[in-house]
Structure formats: C-alpha cells, structure tokens
C-alpha cells in the first residue's frame, strides 16, 4: 500500500543552523501539508500546499520557514536559522480528492 | 474554549473490552472528522474518516458523530493489547477545499491491559 515517507528519520542541529526534512507524498495526491508536534503536545498545523503554492500558513510559519515542491515528488520543509523551540516531531502529510490525510512517519527535529 | 477537547486520560482497560474515545468540538464549520492512532514518536496512523451523523464500522472500529451536539466518539470492541497507543480526533472545515487543515484533539493515551 502506498505511503508517505520521510528522511532523514532523526535530525540533530545546532542553533542558528539551517535543516532541510524531507517528504515523499503518496504519488496521485494533490495536496501537502506540513504538521509539527512537540513532545507531549498536540499535533499543531504549520502550512499547506496546492499547485505549487502555499494555500495556507500558521501563525508558526513565520520567515524562517519555507516549502518546495522542485521534482513533482519531493515535497520539503526548510527552516533557515534553527531555533531551541523548533525542536519537534514534523510530519508531512498528504491528501487525495476524497480528503482523508495520510501522514508520514515524521522527522525529529533536535536542536541544541 | 478551545477548538477541539479531547480527554488525555491515560485510560486503561482490561483486554476485550469495549473502549469509548471521545472528542467534543466548538466549530460547527468542522464536517470532516478523522481518527489517528499514533505510537511513540511515530507518526498518525489514519483509522477512521467521515463526514456524516451517525455511524461508520471497519472491523472492530465504531466511529461515531453527533453534529447537533458536536460530539465525536470511537469505539474500539474486543480490545488487544496492539491497540494501545494514543489515539488522536481531527477534524476539518472543507469549505477551502484542497485546503483543509486539520485541527486535532491532544490525544488520549490508552493501554490495553492483557
């Protein structure tokens, strides 16, 4: 059965430093979706995506943060100075036109 | 108020029995509901999708939605072991189609005892 993946799997940083984290979506889906989750919280939305443009973006998606879609199959999250706050679980996620999200098995985020 | 309330719990029960999971919501734009199992430090695990009062069965899952009293419910029968894990509501407003965030309940821990 198809599915969303995601590399790396766990991802250490330093402050200040850039990530990129990376999602594969289900092949014949249309629409993407970025989530993240800090430890013991709720699974928070951060930005979606249609047709090569942001659709919608959290108040979390502040400057620092960015979405491409460059091949037609990878689908990445870049955040361009790390903060301590932004380490998370981020999980991708993506939707067919019956609109149930399947989510990936997220990337962890640590950042010291 | 917040948007969704879900109780974290933990709940624990013995094995076979039936659990009820609930959510209870304050938008009414939400008519997408969905229903995640999520391991540790894994990602969601998508259960149950509906859009309709009422109920929808997939085995041993009962989901349940009540729209007038904008309450959610997931029934788990002969309950095993594999089912514990935190299990997550989520819902969305399809009204901004293509664009449909999920907002999510904080997820019930449950453990299944054997």
């Known amino acids: 059965e198809p599915e969303v993946t995601q590399t790396p799997s766990h991802q250490v940083t330093q402050m200040g430093q850039e990530v990129i984290l990376r999602c594969v979506p289900i092949?014949?889906?249309?629409?993407f979706y970025w989530y993240r989750q800090i430890l013991g919280q709720k699974v928070e939305f951060l930005v979606s995506?249609?047709?090569?443009?942001?659709?919608?973006k959290s108040e979390i998606f502040d400057d620092q943060f960015s979405v491409e879609r460059p091949d037609g199959s990878n689908f990445t999250l870049k955040i361009r100075s790390t903060k301590l706050e932004d380490s998370a679980m981020y999980f991708c996620?993506?939707?067919?036109?019956?609109?149930?999200?399947?989510f990936g098995p997220g990337t962890r985020l640590t950042v010291t | 108020q917040k948007e969704v309330e879900q109780d974290p719990g933990p709940l624990s029960v013995p094995e076979g029995a039936i659990v009820s999971l609930n959510c209870t919501y304050s938008?009414?734009?939400?008519?997408?509901f969905m229903w995640y199992r999520q391991y540790s430090r894994k990602g969601p695990e998508l259960l149950m999708y509906?859009?309709?009062?009422g109920n929808k069965e997939d085995g041993r899952f009962t989901a349940q939605v009540d729209k007038s009293s904008k309450y959610i419910s997931l029934f788990i029968r002969d309950s095993q072991p594999s089912d514990s894990a935190t299990y997550l509501c989520?819902?969305?407003?399809?009204?901004?189609?293509?664009?449909?965030?999920?907002?999510f309940g904080t997820g019930t821990r449950l453990t299944i005892i054997p």
């Open positions: 996620a993506s939707t067919p036109p019956s609109r149930e999200q399947y």
């Open positions: 092949s014949n889906h249309l629409y």
């Open positions: 995506f249609y047709n090569n443009e942001i659709s919608e």
């Open positions: 938008n009414s734009a939400f008519q997408y």
């Open positions: 509906t859009y309709s009062s």
């Open positions: 989520a819902m969305s407003d399809p009204s901004n189609f293509g664009n449909e965030k999920l907002t």
